[in-house]
């Protein structure tokens, strides 16, 4: 598996494939409620699918990201991503 989780910590490793997406789901669905940490130190690339869960969470929740100095495109989509401005009605 590409992410580790440990606690309250989602740790991205490598490249992290569409096939990660319901052990990460199930991760979150466990912390629903709590502030979890996301972190992207080692990650290369991210899903859409992925991202999207990731995105999902902080829409609801508290989260926090820990990323690499390398400037990657996925980085930049997270950071960018304004929970205020996304309506789901």
Not at 64 to 69: C, I, K, L, V
Not at 70 to 81: C, P, Q, T
């Amino acid at each position: 598996m590409a992410i580790v989780f440990d606690d309250k910590t989602a740790k991205f490793e490598s490249v992290i494939y569409e096939d990660e997406v319901v052990a990460l789901r199930d991760f979150l669905q466990a912390n629903a409620g709590d502030e979890v940490k996301f972190d992207f130190n080692a990650c290369e690339d991210v899903h859409l699918a992925v991202l999207q869960l990731v995105m999902a969470y902080k829409k609801s929740y508290n989260c926090t990201y820990e990323f690499s100095p390398e400037d990657k495109l996925y980085m930049r989509v997270l950071k960018g991503f304004d929970s205020s401005e996304n309506n789901c009605n």
